[in-house]
């Protein structure tokens, strides 16, 4: 069904009711009272706890941080993690993997994406402690709800001193915890994908000014924008914490459950001319996915015998367990201890179809037909058939697809111990965090065979000239051309163990003084299996399928799927790295006034290596390097009644970035350089006629370059990294009609970037819209959101897989969702 009529629509009438309603805004308008009426969450004179040991407003703090209170949020209606932090300057977000499994790049810092140099936390402790193991984007095991407080977006500055592996930032999400009066929200939200989704949250005391609780959660279904066929997303977690206060301190334990099923999105097939991207033909851009309810069931045969089975339905299916709790109390004479302590225990199972090079003509796969593990086996005189009816099939363009199946199990211990003195106007901090995590994976990735159109099909093929028993007769098994053709068995286990001392001192009432820092000596230790896997087939086995042949005829001989099939299985390589380095900031505040100040700010961190890179380099770690990043900051922090901005400039250099992507042949780039950039980050919001207009513009404008980088021979010196625009920013105009009725729009524009590190495929800019009106009737918020509201296609990455990079003609790329319409009404009591 084509949407963009209805979702026109309503872009329309937003704008017309505005205008209807012109004249009803000076006499409806917001009544002006006192200052804290009009401006009750002044966002410049928040108190911020992320990234510091002696929190502070916002205006005082000598960091580069943005806020979302929970009316922030409620207003902003996130369909997703990532589609919030957009709204970051500095923070280049691609939304484009659907509720989980985005990426985020702090600072122009490229990556192979996820969360790698940022660290997301969950009340000041980490989500997981490495946000970017392989598949497991810290984005997976979190979601925006009910309980949700507050979120405070550090980045830079103090992100190496407060969190592991975190030079680009800290993620903070804060959760909702109960108050002396008993106080509640409901909320119902429906959309025009087939959603379904019910949040709650109840807090208050058990014991008045003692004992308090807070449990909510939420539950969602539905289709997905890019409906493949069955229902995407489906699941839900529930939060719950209790807190005890005392006279010196207080003592809180928490519980989260999360389980939940989302589809991951990956590259589709479109057509590039230049900056013109369009569709490709019988494949619709915003709402076409290769995943399909006619591709969801794998079964097939394994060597050792057996079959392995896997439901592409589950797609991401993260089980997560969580329990941790804080501890505070005053010792007197100035001194305070603060515990934080979390335990993490995460099943992860991820089933994608992940696209292997560009759509080819059906007569041209055939004719030059290869199988996973390069043997080379053309058909002349071929013929496709599909899977499910065994009918005749003349597709025009096929593609081999891989269907990725990984099993996750991860558990993570961490503790945060620390020691605060305060005496007149020195504040100081010594702390020591431990954290201790685990994640072992299992792979088994085959490549099936489609028709590439909507809805897409398994074919089969085979080739004509030869009779049904003769050998490799068929290129496929039931639709799989390569059965179980990358197998891995690996674990990796990290030991962090940190020492941190902050120091802060007001000099004056107006200028402040504040350093950091941290002495790290970690340890990472695993396990690969690449040393003993092998090549094997199911030609000779005694393996019997429907009576004793594959397809009730045909032996395995007869088959050249099983030929590139990967055994894993010992004997296995151990492996050991450390890391000890030390991380540093030192920084200045100054205030004018109560609403100017200035701030600058040094820090020198490092990321340690990932994942990836320790698999791909286990025989010789080292030449293994951590990143080492410097950064500097200059920042202008303005606030009064009607407008406040903040400015910041930064520069950043990074040395030894590794870059690990996992291609579609299974090999990964396993490629390192250094990369410089300067930049401007804006924050600014404009509130006009007693707030009944307000203008927010947040964006970030940067030169991010490689200082030295060989890829392939090639010198790519002075290139711009890949898949990170020079310019991004939101603009965000709302109109607040009556005191009750409110409409906004929003712009969000993602400037030019570089699919690639040779700079060879454009991704041209685009600009999405999005728009929604909302009216609150007593405790009774309804509210109305479009996204993408014009279909526009914005691609946010290439291929990165395939290494392919080409920008002319049909080319694999991953733009943003569709356009879609969500209703909701939410009741506070």
């Known amino acids: 069904m084509n949407k963009k009529p209805f979702i026109l629509a309503l872009g329309i009438s937003l704008f017309y009711f505005q205008e209807a309603k012109a004249q009803e805004v000076i006499k409806d308008s917001i009544p002006v009272t006192t200052e804290e009426e009009i401006f009750p969450m002044d966002t410049l004179r928040e108190v911020i706890v992320t990234g510091s040991a002696n929190p502070k407003r916002k205006i005082e703090t000598s960091t580069a941080v943005s806020t979302f209170t929970e009316k922030d949020i409620q207003k902003q209606n996130p369909i997703s993690t990532a589609s919030l932090l957009q709204k970051v300057p500095g923070f280049a977000v691609e939304t484009s993997g659907g509720e989980v499994g985005n990426n985020l790049f702090a600072r122009g810092i490229p990556s192979a994406g996820a969360y790698e140099y940022v660290q997301v936390q969950e009340d000041g402790m980490p989500v997981f402690e490495d946000g970017a193991l392989q598949f497991a984007n810290a984005d997976n095991f979190f979601r925006i709800d009910a309980t949700t407080s507050k979120l405070e977006a550090l980045r830079g500055g103090s992100g190496s001193v407060f969190a592991s592996n975190a030079p680009g930032g800290i993620i903070n999400f804060i959760s909702k915890e109960g108050q002396n009066k008993f106080n509640g929200i409901t909320k119902l939200e429906t959309g025009s994908y087939g959603l379904m989704r019910f949040d709650t949250n109840l807090g208050g005391a058990l014991v008045k000014d003692k004992l308090f609780y807070n449990v909510g959660g939420f539950y969602r279904v539905d289709n997905g924008i890019r409906n493949p066929g069955y229902k995407a997303n489906n699941g839900g977690q529930i939060k719950m914490n209790l807190k005890y206060v005392f006279d010196e301190g207080f003592a809180k334990v928490y519980y989260k459950k999360l389980n939940d099923r989302n589809l991951f999105l990956l590259p589709i097939p479109l057509l590039q001319d230049g900056n013109k991207i369009s569709g490709f033909p019988g494949f619709n851009p915003n709402y076409g996915t290769y995943a399909s309810r006619n591709l969801s069931k794998l079964k097939i045969p394994q060597a050792g015998g057996g079959f392995f089975e896997r439901d592409l339905e589950n797609g991401v299916n993260p089980k997560v367990d969580v329990i941790g709790g804080e501890f505070k109390y005053n010792l007197g004479e100035g001194f305070t201890v603060n515990n934080k302590i979390r335990y993490t225990n995460i099943n992860l199972g991820y089933t994608g179809i992940f696209p292997s090079g560009v759509p080819t003509s059906a007569a041209d796969f055939a004719n030059n037909y290869t199988t996973a593990g390069g043997e080379s086996l053309p058909i002349e005189n071929f013929r496709y058939t599909y899977v499910d009816n065994g009918q005749i099939a003349n597709p025009e363009y096929v593609q081999k697809v891989g269907y990725w199946a990984i099993d996750k199990k991860m558990n993570n211990f961490a503790n945060d111990l620390r020691f605060d003195y305060k005496v007149d106007k020195l504040s100081m901090s010594l702390g020591f965090y431990k954290s201790v995590w685990k994640s072992a994976q299992k792979w088994n990735w085959s490549n099936l065979l489609v028709e590439v159109k909507d809805d897409v099909r398994l074919l089969n093929l085979v080739d004509a000239s030869l009779n049904p028993t003769d050998n490799n007769y068929s290129r496929t098994y039931n639709g799989v051309t390569d059965i179980s053709w990358l197998t891995r068995d690996s674990e990796i286990k990290g030991s962090v163990n940190a020492l941190y001392f902050n120091l802060d ?11 950091g820092i941290r002495y790290d000596n970690n340890t990472y230790n695993g396990i690969v299996d690449k040393a003993g896997a092998s090549l094997s087939n199911l030609d000779a086995s005694n393996m019997t399928v429907d009576g004793g042949a594959y397809n ?34 030192l920084a200045a505040n100054y205030k004018f006034s109560n609403s100017d100040a200035v701030f600058a700010r040094y820090s020198h961190g490092f990321r340690s290596p990932i994942e990836e890179a320790f698999y791909d380099n286990y025989q010789d770690l080292n030449s293994l390097k951590p990143t080492i990043t410097n950064q500097y900051e200059l920042g202008y922090k303005h606030y009064q009644s009607n407008f406040d901005v903040t400015a910041i400039l930064f520069s950043s250099s990074l040395d030894d970035i590794r870059f690990s992507d996992i291609l579609s042949n299974g090999q990964s780039e396993n490629a390192y350089g250094s990369t410089k950039n300067y930049g401007l980050e804006l924050e600014t919001n404009l509130r006009l006629f007693n707030r009944v207009l307000e203008l927010g513009l947040n964006g970030t404008i940067q030169d991010p370059k490689f200082k030295e980088m060989r890829q392939n021979g090639e010198d790519l010196k002075d290139n711009v990294v890949r898949r990170i625009p020079k310019l991004y920013f939101v603009f965000s105009p709302a109109v607040n009609i009556t005191r009750e009725w409110r409409t906004y729009v929003s712009m969000n524009y993602y400037g030019m970037r570089y699919a690639d590190n040779t700079n060879k495929q454009e991704l041209p800019s685009f600009t999405e819209f999005g728009a929604g009106m909302s009216y609150q009737l007593g405790k009774v918020r309804f509210g109305v959101d479009g996204t993408n509201i014009f279909n526009t296609i914005g691609l946010t990455e290439g291929d990165p897989r395939s290494g392919v990079t080409s920008g002319q003609g049909i080319i694999m790329a991953r733009p943003i969702l569709g356009a879609a319409v969500r209703c909701s009404i939410a009741i506070e009591f």
């Open 505 to 515: 001192y007001q000099v004056t009432d107006n200028l402040n003084f504040n350093g």
């Open 552 to 585: 009730g005829t045909n032996g395995f001989n007869t088959t050249s799927a099983d030929n590139s099939m990967l055994v894993s299985g010992g004997p296995y390589h151990y492996w050991s790295y450390k890391v000890e380095k030390i991380s540093g900031t």
